[in-house]
């Protein structure tokens, strides 16, 4: 950690100090005021990346492990990853076991009192659905529900200012912006699946990475595989679903942008052969967001396309381009 007591102490101080200019402080890197050395920040998956870089604005420098289309149940760090998030003045992750091969590491370097905060840290614990099938008995898909999503920024703001409390300040003002703005995505999203009639509403996906979409929008969901991909799914699981697809006459089923689609099309498959015309809907984005630098590779714009091409694909209505007409081709 670079950050030094002394100098935390000396920020406290100054935002204490009514009229403090400010010439007399310091950065939060020891730098004077006027030299300031942006905070270097290091996350792992790209839902954080984008929310972290939202609320700390112009004071860090953001960067993410996990690329798009990278699975973050089976990424293995590479050594430069884990210098990179030694180097970092603060690391984000996701928690609940989501990185599972990184947790490990990122927990015994927390323990050491580094600074390293699990951003699902913000969310009230009687909100994390829980889960026999996986060995740390949470399901760590939470971005999936805008309002926990929210939880977290919030929990990025105050390690943030704890961190860095001289800019305190701008990471409140910065959250309160992306806090207005999630609130309003997410009664979009309450509305677009709403609109899908109630005996199509159910989402069939490759992995389960949709229990806490699920629960707050109100929509059943079935997947192949569990809830971490660490797994083959096995020919029970994928018998099983292509009984459940015909028995409900099930018409759309969805890929996943980071999961491997295999054992979703030997359901499709399996279902066609028992006379249904169940269709692949889309792709969604379940854990990684779309590519850097569009309107999907952004919390807000991933799930704008994901509940957008939902609701269409089972027959609700949504606009063709999304909730403000961003999405980069039209939803069929
Ligand atoms: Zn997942």
Known sequence: ????????????????????????????????????????????????????????????????????GVDPHVYVPTTSDTSRAMKADLVFYC??????????????????????????????????????LVATAHDPHVWGDVQLWMSCASEVEKRLSEVDP?????????????????????????????SIPEPQRTLVTAHDAFGYFSR???????????????SEAGMKDVNSLVTFLVENKIPTVFVEASVNEKDLRAVIEGAQQQGSNVQIGGTLYSDSMGPKGTYEGTYIGMQDHNATLIARSLGGQAPERGWKGKLKAPVR
């Open 1 to 68: 950690m670079k950050l030094h007591s002394s100098v935390l102490y000396a920020g406290a101080v100054c935002l204490l100090l009514i009229g403090c200019s400010p010439a007399p402080s310091t950065s939060p890197s020891g730098q004077p005021a006027g030299t300031d050395k942006r905070l270097q920040v290091v996350c792992t998956v790209s839902m954080v990346t984008d929310i972290v870089q939202q609320i700390a604005g112009e004071h860090a420098e953001v960067s993410g492990l996990l690329n798009e």
């Open 216 to 230: 707050a929008y109100s929509i059943r969901v079935k997947a192949v595989q569990g809830i971490s991909t660490d």
């Open 166 to 194: 001289a800019h305190a300040a701008d990471y409140a003002a910065n959250s309160a912006r992306l806090l207005e703005e999630l609130k309003q995505l997410d009664s979009y999203i309450r509305e677009v699946i709403a």
């Open 95 to 132: 928690g609940l076991h989501l990185e599972g091969k990184m947790v490990d590491g990122y927990e015994s370097q927390r323990k050491k009192g580094k600074p390293y905060f699990a951003v699902t840290d913000g969310i009230p614990h009687d909100k994390i659905l829980t889960s026999d």
